[in-house]
């Protein structure tokens, strides 16, 4: 397992070692050890989730503001463009943004820690996602940052306007928002 850090440190990429040949390949999808020490210190993931999405549908900005999850993230079928937000407002990068395209060709994942709002644009005709939690979800404690706040700059790669839930059309902007010390 290959980390590779993005231009918030604190956001990894992370690279499997992939085995292929004519038969397919193989890979090591998780290894806790291989992991803890990619991020610098243990993480422990609580939950798993799974997400189908089609062309278009974006999913975010999410995070929780108690209960707080990281989320290591990828993609099985398909393709996205992930991002994450920090909006931890005692981090130098409070505000800023990286983006990764994943999917089920480059085996990529993301780490987003904790502190960081996140989403994805769905870019292939459909996309399976993946999750692993730090935290279990808690609805009371979830909030949604506006994925198209001026303020964020977000350059989102959309062919069109994104397929939407009310509640991720509805974010709060980051002047708005509730955020993290």
């Not at 992991?35 to 939950?47: C, I, K, L, N, T």
Request: aromatic share 12%.
């Amino acid at each position: 397992m290959k980390a590779i850090p993005t231009a918030i440190p604190e956001v990894l990429v992370i690279e499997p070692a992939v085995f292929g040949d004519a038969r397919g390949f193989f890979y090591e999808s998780w290894n806790q050890q291989a992991f803890d020490r990619a991020v610098g210190r243990e993480v422990r993931f609580v939950q798993d989730n799974h997400s189908a999405s089609t062309r278009g549908v974006l999913r975010g900005l999410h995070y929780q503001v108690k209960s707080v999850q990281g989320k290591l993230v990828r993609v099985i079928e398909g393709e996205v463009y992930d991002v994450a937000v920090d909006i931890r407002r005692s981090s130098p990068t409070f505000g800023r943004w990286v983006g990764e395209r994943l999917s089920a060709a480059n085996k990529r994942m993301l780490w987003v820690p904790e502190g960081f709002a996140h989403g994805f644009v769905t870019l292939s005709e459909t996309a399976q996602f993946l999750y692993k939690a730090t935290d279990y979800y808690a609805p009371e404690h979830e909030r949604t940052l506006l994925w198209n706040d001026p303020a964020l700059g977000i350059s989102w790669p959309l062919e069109g306007e994104p397929l939407l839930k009310p509640k991720d059309a509805a974010g709060a902007p980051l002047a708005r928002a509730e955020t993290f010390a």
